[in-house]
């Protein structure tokens, strides 16, 4: 790959929920109100010297030549974002997580790439509404900036990446800090998920990013059943959740301790907390444990 290297602040900036917007509205006008929405976040990217790089679905991607500049553009998408809701621009059902990280990236052809993008995109994921998440690696290129609010959040991974991230909140609304520090769910703490069959057991995380099973002897982990797919699934570690992903013929049940069952058939779904995976129908399906781990 060819291209320049340069140091760049990238930043995430969703639309929290998108598919309520769809319930509540319906497609065509939760379109227009995403179109919206979008708009604004590319505003607020080119009022603090940024660039948008990248704008599908939900999701704005924006360069700055700095992270405090990526700061103020994050504050300000809130901002922008709330007063339209208050205005009766948007729905009152609309908000927007954000994450950046500021480091060096590869620039090749127009589009971006390095471990950068897939930290804040990280943050992003792990923001709710109304949220700004960085890591804290990157404080001092703010605490020298002054007017940020900032606090602690806790210890996140990146799926497939080694070590852990301290996360910092930059609480641009005055109010919120009354509300105490935020902390992060276990499942997005966790840096590994153990798959367990037969009374073996298989990790993903940082060493190995994607356990693929079936009937078939290639498989990591092979499971001899006329039910089970030769090439049946896999689990991979991806930035901000570990998946499950079927491509079998019978399809696959998850079921999440607590939450119950859902099927998933030539799709994928995200794997949260512990519970199990049957492979194909019936009650004598094959069944794999799973637990994610901190």
């Not at 499971?223 to 030769?230: G, L, N, Q």
């Not at 699934?233 to 013929?249: C, I, K, M, Q, Y």
């Not at 907390?273 to 094959?286: C, I, K, R």
Request: proline fraction near 3%; aromatic fraction near 6%.
């Amino acid at each position: 790959m060819g291209g320049r290297s340069m140091t760049q602040a990238i930043l995430f900036a969703d639309v929290c929920d998108s598919s309520r917007l769809v319930e509540e509205l319906g497609a065509e006008e939760a379109l227009g109100t995403l179109e919206v929405t979008l708009d604004e976040l590319a505003r607020s990217t080119e009022r603090h010297g940024g660039r948008v790089v990248d704008r599908i679905g939900d999701e704005v991607m924006s360069a700055f030549p700095g992270a405090a500049a990526a700061a103020r553009s994050a504050v300000d998408m809130q901002r922008g974002v709330r007063g339209m809701r208050r205005r009766g621009d948007l729905p009152a059902v609309v908000s927007v997580r954000v994450g950046f990280h500021y480091g060096e990236v590869l620039e090749d052809q127009g589009r971006l790439f390095g471990d950068v993008i897939y930290t804040a995109r990280r943050m992003a994921t792990l923001a709710h509404r109304e949220q700004v998440y960085f890591p804290s690696e990157i404080r001092a290129e703010l605490d020298g900036d002054g007017g940020f609010a900032l606090r602690e959040v806790g210890a996140a991974v990146v799926p497939g990446k080694r070590g852990r991230y301290d996360v910092v909140e930059l609480v641009w609304d005055p109010d919120l800090l009354t509300l105490g520090p935020t902390t992060l769910p276990s499942e997005l703490r966790a840096r590994a998920v153990e798959l367990s069959y037969d009374g073996e057991s298989w990790w993903v995380g940082e060493d190995r990013t994607q356990i693929t099973f079936g009937r078939d002897g290639s498989c990591d982990l092979t499971i001899a059943d006329r039910s089970v797919s030769r090439q049946h699934g896999r689990v991979e570690a991806r930035p901000g959740s570990f998946v499950l992903v079927d491509h079998s013929t019978n399809g696959t049940r998850v079921l999440e301790f607590g939450r119950g069952w859902r099927a998933v058939h030539r799709d994928e779904t995200r794997l949260l907390g512990s519970g199990l995976f049957s492979l194909g129908p019936g009650p004598e399906a094959q069944v794999v444990q799973y637990r994610l781990r901190d």
